[in-house]
């Protein structure tokens, strides 16, 4: 209970918990936070370590744990801060599908600019201004729509999962093609002869056809942003009969 509490009270009143711990010139929760972010964002999640925080600082380890008690901890206070400084769009008067665009596109940049955060575990957020900020925005966006409490919680996560699981994705594709050093264009012209000397098309005549199709519409084998937005009208004609059950009218007509 003591050590959930010193973690509240970091998300909550950092500079508090400062005070009560004396300070170190130059040095402040929100520093040693911001460092974590800024090792997270150029080298990814298993790069960040107390350690490695410490170092980027210029002090002891021993220092960094008087500001945040563990590596746990400091991740909560990385996600609730990205959370916090997240820009939002005004939704009042706009039709629910552009406030939900909106909501969905707001979080597939959050996760491109932070492409750790989808890493973390949804099922344990950090209680923290950051999420609750985040949480009260969204929840706006399906005011009006006639859903009760549980059913507009139920929907939302559905909406972020969705934009998560997309932007991890074309975050995986952008990072495979940064290693490999070669484009997607490349990796094809490179592969594609020695792949048709094995190919049998009338074995396989439905994925030749359909990946034929889909390749010269696209121009590669995979467009994040086209899965993006195919995915996200998908996700919103679903969640437009899940409302038009809720007002009591036929989601068919």
């Keep these: 209970m003591a050590e959930a509490r010193r973690t509240i009270d970091l998300l909550w009143f950092p500079e508090a918990v400062e005070r009560k711990r004396g300070r170190r010139p130059g040095l402040s929760v929100a520093r040693v936070v911001e460092t974590g972010i800024a090792v997270a964002d150029a080298e990814g999640l298993d790069a960040v370590s107390m350690r490695r925080v410490a170092t980027e600082l210029s002090v002891v380890p021993m220092t960094l744990y008087t500001y945040v008690p563990d590596k746990a901890t400091l991740l909560e206070l990385m996600l609730d801060r990205v959370y916090l400084a997240m820009p939002r769009a005004e939704l009042p008067d706009r039709p629910w599908r552009e406030r939900l665009t909106a909501v969905a596109?707001?979080?597939?940049?959050?996760v491109e600019d932070h492409p750790w955060v989808a890493g973390l575990p949804a099922s344990r957020p950090p209680l923290g201004?950051?999420?609750?900020?985040?949480?009260e925005h969204e929840l706006h966006a399906f005011d009006g729509c006639g859903l009760d409490d549980?059913?507009?919680?139920?929907?939302?996560?559905f909406l972020i999962g969705f934009v998560q699981s997309s932007a991890r994705t074309a975050a995986d594709v952008r990072a495979a093609a940064a290693r490999s050093h070669e484009t997607d264009w490349e990796w094809w012209q490179e592969r594609g002869p020695a792949f048709e000397v094995v190919f049998d098309q009338r074995a396989y005549p439905t994925a030749t056809r359909v990946g034929a199709a889909a390749g010269a519409a696209l121009g590669t084998a995979y467009d994040p942003d086209h899965a993006y937005e195919f995915g996200l009208r998908r996700v919103l004609d679903g969640l437009g009969v899940l409302i038009a059950e809720g007002n009591g009218r036929d989601p068919g007509r």
Aim: hydrophobic residues 50%; glycine residues 4%.
């Design 105 to 110: 596109a707001e979080n597939r940049k959050l």
């Design 150 to 157: 549980v059913a507009v919680d139920s929907a939302l996560t």
């Design 129 to 135: 201004p950051g999420l609750m900020a985040k949480y």
